[in-house]
């Protein structure tokens, strides 16, 4: 019974701060979401006479991807500034280290599912047969690309707290590790970080077992991200 109440108290603590979080990412995150799906929309509308050919899906896919990216690259910038400002108000009260980072990472989580499902809303509104185009384990490569690169980046900023190192993470990935797919040799080493891009890059033919190291890659960075919390974190 106790355990059960300790959980619930975190989970209302995390829900609580992610809140906060949202709020402090406020407007710039909304905008940046709603121009992004808006985007979105004109691009599936001019794709819908054309029947969406996989060559406009990818661009479509391509320009949500990199526009969270942004995103995401947005939050844990803001993350790094209130480390360096106002982070230790709120570690001193109840509120742990892991529920503290937890929450950034729930706040970006939430922004990604956010652009995902506008996409998604894009093509049913123009014409629900698009759907169709967009396979699940497509949708599955975009979200646990979009997922790597937020764990990653938020992992960066509890380490680093430079946002210059941190543009210089998000580039290596974004721009970087995209160019490695040039290579068919480099690409099989770096799916796993990209796995949309390998997803595209096979002309949507999914890699079940790529996928499942991308999530176990995910779950590790997900620990290290929890692990940094802990050790980086003061009180």
């Known amino acids: 019974m106790r355990r059960w ?6 989970a209302s603590r995390l829900a609580t701060y992610s809140s906060f979080v949202a709020e402090t990412l406020g407007g710039g995150l909304t905008a940046a979401a709603a121009v992004l799906s808006a985007l979105a929309f004109l691009f599936a509308l001019f794709l819908a006479p054309a029947g969406a050919p ?11 991807n990199v526009g ?5 690259l947005s939050g844990a910038s803001a993350m790094v500034s209130d480390l360096r400002g106002s982070a230790q108000v709120f570690l001193s009260q109840p509120l742990s280290r892991t529920i503290y980072a937890l929450a950034w990472l729930v706040a970006l989580l939430a922004s990604m599912i956010a652009v995902f499902s506008a996409l998604l809303l894009s093509l049913a509104v123009i014409d629900p047969g698009l759907l169709g185009t967009l396979s699940l384990g497509t949708a599955l490569a975009w979200l646990l690309d979009s997922a790597l690169l937020s764990l990653l980046l938020l992992a960066a900023a509890l380490l680093l707290r430079r946002t210059s190192v941190l543009v210089i993470t998000w580039a290596a990935v974004e721009f970087g590790v995209s160019l490695l797919f040039f290579s068919e040799q480099l690409a099989q080493a770096v799916v796993v970080l990209r796995p949309l891009y390998g997803v595209l890059s096979r002309g949507g033919a999914v890699d079940t077992p790529v ?5 176990l890659l995910a779950a590790a960075l997900l620990a290290l991200l929890y692990w940094l919390a802990r050790a980086r974190l003061e009180v």
């Not at 996989?54 to 949500?64: D, E, I, N, P």
């Not at 969270?68 to 995401?72: E, F, G, L, M, R």
């Not at 996928?211 to 999530?215: E, V």
Request: charged share 10%; glycine share 8%; proline share 0%.
């Open 211 to 215: 996928l499942a190291g991308s999530a």
């Open 54 to 64: 996989f060559s406009g899906l990818f661009a479509l896919l391509f320009l949500t």
């Open 68 to 72: 969270y990216s942004a995103i995401a």
């Open 5 to 10: 109440f300790r959980l619930r108290v975190r």
